[in-house]
């Protein structure tokens, strides 16, 4: 197997092309799907049904650290679940927007405030199921499973109740913190929910999506990857008729309907999450800001300083819109 360049040095040993034959001029050139005819319908009746459900957030306990407070806290979610979350709050500001941090399919067990400035508030929701404190609640632990559980109802899609969990954690953080602006904030698994759940929320500014997931699944399906879309294609193959409830989980419809500045920061290579549905995202976007990645969910030579000048400009982006308002 012939890759490209630089590739071909960086993962020699790569069972497969993570760049799909994709150069970024034809990554620029993916179209985002267009939405279903109930699409618009289903999620604006899931956000009606979310402003009904009380968030009723408790605080389990809280420590300092670093000029702020870090508490954990449960909260409601879309279906009555009650999950647990971490809040953070500056110590000596009243802070000024707040995040919404969600996260990959690895789970989450502590915050990560590189995306966070000091006179934001941001909740770090775990999604049903998944670790380190949600484990099994609402949806299976195992991400294989957790992909597909309930795929057969859209109301029951665990992809979905994940996205719509996200309006009861910024729920509950506005009622810790006070009435702010929201900013939505993703990565890989986490990415994509933000996508699926940003465009309902009137209450949101802004966004960054780093490699987003679940982007243009008829392009996804079409190929192999190492991530959760594999469960996806698998189950999909044994079972043609489930590819249609897919179709209102495509990150690339949602964001045809963003109508905040978006960063959208999607990569060239990547066996986990495939460019294309990554730049199907960034494609939808009317107000974007992207940032090409060399490759996602891999390290390579100088990645250490391509993540820090993507968090630098991620957090420079959301301060953008505060300072704006």
């Known amino acids: 197997m012939n890759l490209p360049a630089p590739f071909d040095v960086w993962f020699p040993d790569a069972a497969f092309d993570g760049s799909y034959g994709y150069t970024l001029e034809t990554l620029r050139?993916?179209?985002?799907?267009?939405?279903?005819?109930?699409?618009?319908?289903?999620?604006?009746?899931?956000?009606?049904?979310?402003?009904?459900?009380p968030a009723a957030p408790v605080v389990l306990s809280s420590r300092e650290h670093r000029g702020r407070r870090i508490s954990l806290?449960?909260?409601?979610?879309?279906?009555?679940?009650?999950?647990?979350?971490?809040?953070?709050?500056p110590l000596e500001t009243v802070p000024r927007i707040g995040v919404v941090h969600s996260h990959g399919y690895g789970g989450r067990d502590r915050v990560e405030?590189?995306?966070?400035?000091?006179?934001?508030?941001?909740?770090?929701?775990v999604a049903r199921g998944?670790?380190?404190?949600?484990?099994?609640?609402?949806?299976?632990?195992?991400?294989?499973?957790h992909v597909?559980?309930?795929?057969?109802?859209?109301d029951r899609y665990v992809v979905g109740l994940c996205a719509r969990d996200l309006w009861l954690a910024a729920d509950a953080l506005l009622e810790l913190v006070g009435d702010v602006p929201l900013y939505y904030v993703g990565e890989s698994f986490g990415g994509g929910i933000g996508a699926l759940a940003a465009p309902w929320d009137d209450r949101c500014i802004g966004a960054t999506f780093v490699v987003p997931t679940f982007g243009q699944y008829d392009l996804r399906m079409a190929v192999p990857c190492l991530g959760s879309g594999e469960s996806q294609?698998?189950?999909v193959l044994e079972h043609p008729a489930l590819r249609e409830p897919l179709r209102l989980f495509d990150s690339s419809t949602a964001a045809l309907l963003l109508r905040v500045p978006v960063r959208v920061e999607a990569a060239l290579w990547d066996q986990h999450v495939p460019p294309q549905g990554q730049f199907a995202v960034a494609n939808a976007v009317a107000d974007?800001?992207?940032?090409?990645?060399?490759?996602?969910?891999?390290?390579?030579?100088?990645v250490g300083r391509v993540t820090v000048d993507a968090r630098r400009d991620g957090v420079a982006h959301l301060q953008r819109l505060i300072d704006g308002r």
């Open 29 to 53: 050139a993916v179209r985002p799907v267009p939405p279903s005819p109930d699409f618009a319908q289903r999620w604006s009746g899931w956000r009606d049904a979310a402003r009904a459900i």
């Open 130 to 145: 998944l670790g380190s404190l949600n484990t099994g609640v609402g949806a299976p632990a195992v991400r294989d499973e």
């Open 288 to 302: 974007l800001e992207l940032c090409v990645l060399p490759a996602g969910h891999a390290e390579y030579p100088g």
């Open 148 to 154: 597909v559980a309930g795929l057969e109802d859209p």
């Open 73 to 89: 806290i449960e909260h409601g979610s879309a279906d009555g679940v009650r999950l647990r979350s971490w809040l953070v709050e």
């Open 113 to 125: 405030l590189h995306r966070v400035p000091m006179d934001a508030a941001a909740i770090f929701p």
């Open 233 to 235: 294609r698998t189950r």
